[in-house]
Structure formats: structure tokens, C-alpha cells
């Protein structure tokens, strides 16, 4: 099945809506922006359990959620007797989560969104290794600091944008690349902001680049499926979305594009519901097309 083109123009419409909101949660974690409802920060709990060796003392261990840029420790957790660990309350957006001993050593390290549909299972094996439930963490996030003048150009960008001025966003966006041309946060927004305006070869360049430099930049990894979707590469967007969900398997973002990619290229039809079924939660359009494919 092809998507119709209004069908199609309708997606279009409902996902360009996303790129920029996508980018907002990353950058809540970094704590140079907040998403708000009225005056209140979005804020959600973090949830999960340890699987550790058998007669391994977990309630030794901490979890510790930490800045992917600045590495500065935000919040932290005892782990109960099973397992199960909880942080109250974190700002919506993507984050570090490190597993300390006694001693303060890092024994495993995984990369979570908040919030997190399901609760997270990290699995630790007898070398402090994690199971499949891990995320890799990128050098990029682990060596590169980046400078406050571009970090405040980011937070200027962004104050722009929720004042809807995009040329004085993308001014600031260009003072901070000038600081830091190795900013993958500051590459991410700016491909948001062309996303958002339908400009989608510097998009595609902007998210791509911030993908060379962080492998793990949440916002540009989920944001560039639907680029390529909307350039009519549409194996590139199959192969964005799958790399995405590989990084995130909780991402019902990139299911979704997943599944629009598999629909544009008539490709497995089940696979494509599958992914669709798992998105609908959170995104209406995928409920709707849904019902167009039970409908035929």
C-alpha cells in the first residue's frame, strides 16, 4: 500500500509539527531550556530495575541520572533489595543514567528519555556489562565540552523560537556554531528549524552533520526519517528509523516513521502495522491510518 496524497499531505502537516517539540525535549536536558504548561515545568518520574548476578548485593549500588553535555550529576537513587530504583522527578527530556558501587565507580551507563513509557530494565552481567536494554553513550557526549557563549546562544535560539521569531533564532544558532562547530545540540535544532520550514535539503545537512559528531543526538536521530520521508528517500528513512529505534526502542516516534517508510515503498504491510499499533498512543495520525489499512 502507497499512501494517497492527501492521506500523505495530512501526515505531513501532523509531523512537521513534531520536529521542533522533538528538539525541546532534548534540550531540556541540558538545562538551558524547559518545556512548560502554563507556568510548570513538564516534569516526570524515572522508573526501572537492576538485573545483577545472582547473590549480588544491588542495594549497594546507586543510580545516578547525570547531564549528557555538561556531566554534572542532576539526580540520584538507592536500589531497593529487588532491583527497582525510582527518581521522583526530572525534567522531560533525554539523559545519562549511570549505575555507581560503594566506591563511586561507574559500573554501567545507558542513555533514557523522560518520561519513559515502560519501566526500564538494565540488565548487569559479571563485568558490568548491560544487557540489551542499554544504550550506547557516544565519546562525542563523554569528551566534548562546550563552550557557555554557545551554550547561551542556544538558550537565545531558543527563547526566539518560542517567540516565533526564526530569523533571530537562526542568528543566534549561527553565533553558536561560530563558538562551537562541534556542537551536535546546536546542528540538531537548527535542522529542526529548517525541518519546521520545509526546507529540506538543509534539514537533511544540518541533522546529518549533527549525526557525524553524536551518533546519539536524540533529537537528530529521531527528526531525520521524517526528513528523508519528505525527500522521497524513503530506504534512507526505513534503514533513520530503524538506526533510531536500535538507539531507543521506546521511541514511538520513529515507529511511526518506520511504518510510514515501509507504506510508501509497499513493503511488509504487517511489519508496518506492527509499528503502527505501537504508536498510536502517541500520535493520532497512526490510529488513523490504522483504520485506513482495516478499512481496504
Known amino acids: 500500500m502507497r499512501l494517497t496524497q492527501t492521506s500523505w499531505l495530512e501526515v505531513s502537516i501532523y509531523l512537521l509539527g513534531l520536529c521542533l517539540t522533538t528538539y525541546g525535549q532534548s534540550f531540556a536536558t541540558d538545562g538551558m531550556a524547559r518545556m512548560h504548561t502554563g507556568s510548570q515545568t513538564m516534569r516526570?518520574?524515572?522508573?526501572g530495575q537492576l538485573?545483577?548476578?545472582?547473590?549480588?548485593?544491588?542495594t549497594k549500588l546507586t543510580v545516578v541520572i547525570v547531564n549528557s553535555y555538561s556531566r554534572t550529576a542532576l539526580a540520584s537513587a538507592p536500589v531497593g533489595i529487588n532491583g527497582y530504583f525510582e527518581v521522583s522527578s526530572l525534567p522531560v527530556g533525554t539523559y545519562e543514567l549511570e549505575v555507581r558501587n560503594l566506591?563511586?565507580?561507574?559500573?554501567?551507563?545507558?542513555?533514557?528519555?523522560?518520561?519513559?513509557?515502560?519501566?526500564?530494565?538494565?540488565?548487569?552481567?559479571?563485568?558490568?556489562?548491560?544487557?540489551?536494554?542499554?544504550?550506547p553513550v557516544s565519546a562525542h557526549r563523554l569528551g566534548h565540552k562546550v563552550p557557555k557563549r554557545a551554550q547561551q546562544?542556544?538558550?537565545?535560539?531558543m527563547a526566539k523560537l518560542e517567540a516565533?521569531?526564526?530569523?533571530?533564532?537562526?542568528?543566534?544558532?549561527?553565533?553558536?556554531?561560530?563558538?562551537?562547530?562541534?556542537?551536535?545540540?546546536?546542528?540538531?535544532?537548527?535542522?529542526?528549524?529548517?525541518?519546521?520550514?520545509?526546507?529540506?535539503?538543509?534539514?537533511?545537512?544540518a541533522l546529518h552533520h549533527a549525526l557525524e559528531l553524536d551518533p546519539q543526538e536524540g533529537a537528530a536521530l529521531t527528526n531525520l526519517p521524517l526528513?528523508?520521508?519528505?525527500?522521497?528517500?524513503?530506504?534512507?528513512?526505513?534503514?533513520?528509523?530503524?538506526?533510531?529505534?536500535?538507539?531507543?526502542?521506546?521511541?514511538?516516534?520513529?515507529?511511526?516513521?518506520?511504518?510510514?517508510?515501509l507504506l510508501e515503498q509497499g513493503k511488509d504491510r504487517k511489519e508496518a502495522t506492527f509499528h503502527l499499533t505501537q504508536a498510536q498512543a502517541d500520535f493520532p495520525a497512526a490510529a488513523k491510518l490504522l483504520q485506513q489499512l482495516k478499512a481496504e
Do not use: W
Open 44 to 47: 516526570a518520574p524515572l522508573e
Open 51 to 58: 538485573e545483577v548476578p545472582e547473590n549480588a548485593d544491588v
Open 103 to 135: 566506591q563511586g565507580d561507574v559500573i554501567e551507563q545507558t542513555t533514557v528519555n523522560v518520561p519513559n513509557p515502560t519501566r526500564l530494565q538494565i540488565r548487569i552481567g559479571k563485568t558490568g556489562n548491560a544487557g540489551r536494554a542499554a544504550a
Open 153 to 157: 546562544a542556544v538558550r537565545n535560539a
Open 164 to 205: 516565533k521569531n526564526r530569523d533571530a533564532a537562526l542568528a543566534a544558532l549561527g553565533e553558536a556554531l561560530e563558538q562551537d562547530p562541534e556542537f551536535a545540540l546546536a546542528h540538531s535544532l537548527l535542522g529542526a528549524v529548517r525541518l519546521e520550514a520545509r526546507e529540506f535539503p538543509a534539514a537533511y545537512e
Open 227 to 261: 526528513v528523508l520521508l519528505h525527500l522521497h528517500r524513503l530506504t534512507e528513512a526505513e534503514e533513520a528509523a530503524r538506526t533510531c529505534l536500535r538507539t531507543n526502542a521506546a521511541n514511538a516516534r520513529a515507529r511511526f516513521y518506520l511504518a510510514l517508510s
